[in-house]
């Protein structure tokens, strides 16, 4: 059973991976319109990996017997003056997502809720996952500079992930 500020905690997350899934589409539009299709197809295929982490949340809540309590989900960015400065927002969230997880794991333990604690173990491995994606990214980009053949190659190889390359 959860304790009530758990439960609170849960929805609030819950609310914050269902903003993942919002931002990067938002993301995935902004490529689309700039015609940098394999970016998009990565951010799209991105936005439905959070919706999936919210709905984890859900089941779990659920499967504890807690009441999931949807709240409203705020507007993302919608413009970015570079492709670089998308890539940086982008792990400015995953990093400000894997502290919020983090400290969920703290209140877990705090409060011995260990079947709390064993759901958020997934997302800890996640969090991890999903920096170094971005960090190799923007890597990739740093390397790239302005070479607009670099850039297609790039936008290629991103867009192999919603091919599901
Ligand atoms: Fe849900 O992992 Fe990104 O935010």
Aim: glycine share 4%; charged share 25%.
């Amino acid at each position: 059973m959860l304790s009530d500020k758990m439960l609170k905690a849960l929805n609030k997350h819950l609310n914050e991976e269902l903003y993942s899934s919002y931002l990067y589409l938002s993301m995935a539009a902004h490529f689309e319109e700039k015609n940098l299709k394999g970016f998009a197809g990565w951010m799209r295929v991105q936005s439905q990996e959070e919706y999936m982490h919210a709905m984890k949340f859900y089941d779990f809540i659920n499967s504890v017997n807690g009441k999931v309590t949807l709240t409203q989900i705020d507007s993302p960015k919608t413009n970015w003056k570079s492709i670089m400065e998308v890539w940086k927002d982008t792990l400015e969230h995953e990093k400000k997502i894997t502290s919020l997880i983090n400290k969920l794991v703290d209140s877990a333990m705090q409060e011995k809720d260990y079947a709390t604690n064993n759901f958020l173990q997934w997302f800890v491995t996640e969090q991890v996952e999903e920096v170094t994606t971005v960090e190799d990214i923007i890597s990739k980009l740093e390397l790239i500079g302005d070479n607009k053949s670099g850039l297609y190659m790039l936008d290629r190889e991103l867009g192999a992930r919603a091919e599901g390359g």
